[in-house]
């Protein structure tokens, strides 16, 4: 008996396909799939939510000091005139950043390595780069996942069976979070 299953696809198709899945399930919290696909991702979120869980609160607040650029009324930055060129002005502000352990270092690398970038496209068709925003899936990992199933040992999503699909009679389901 194989460890996974092929799913009817080359190694490289099928490691993107799931990628993709694992990726879209974290994002959205749902997708719709065939049975087989859903319990391969399921087989490779199940470990990502028990590490984020495991990680959540492993990191330190800290205070720092950053320039921040000076800007107008309009977000246009304030610039002077210094020895006869122009040179933006700077404050300094403490910030609060996070600081993570070694270990959530290492758990946040793990994750980073499975998963696909995220950009958020707003729907209307004005200014759409200039507003589209990258989403950081392992943020909303440790951030909301983590501390959703900190208290549950596994078993964070279920299949929920649709029916057969239509073209090709294969079982459709719903993956998602509990």
């Known amino acids: 008996m194989a460890m996974y299953r092929k799913l009817g696809k080359k190694t490289k198709l099928r490691k993107a396909l799931l990628r993709n899945q694992v990726t879209a399930l974290i994002y959205k919290g749902r997708i719709v799939t065939t049975e087989a696909r859903a319990k391969e991702v399921q087989k490779i979120v199940e470990p990502m939510i028990t590490l984020a869980a495991k990680y959540k609160d492993d990191y330190e607040e800290v205070t720092v000091q950053a320039k921040v650029a000076r800007k107008d009324?309009?977000?246009?930055?304030?610039?002077?005139?210094?020895?006869?060129?122009?040179?933006?002005?700077?404050?300094?502000?403490?910030?609060?950043?996070?600081?993570?352990?070694?270990?959530?270092?290492?758990?946040?690398?793990q994750l980073m390595r499975y998963l696909y970038p995220v950009v958020e496209v707003p729907a209307d068709g004005k200014a759409r780069r200039k507003n589209s925003k990258n989403v950081d899936l392992v943020d909303k990992l440790f951030n909301e996942y983590g501390n959703k199933y900190a208290n549950r040992n596994g078993g964070y999503t279920r299949i929920i069976k649709i029916g057969q699909r239509r073209?090709?009679?294969?079982?459709?389901?719903?993956?998602?979070?509990?």
């Open 73 to 109: 009324k309009d977000g246009k930055r304030v610039k002077e005139v210094v020895d006869g060129k122009k040179v933006t002005v700077f404050d300094t502000v403490e910030k609060k950043v996070t600081k993570d352990s070694p270990a959530r270092l290492h758990a946040r690398r």
């Open 167 to 178: 073209g090709d009679g294969a079982m459709e389901v719903v993956l998602e979070f509990v």
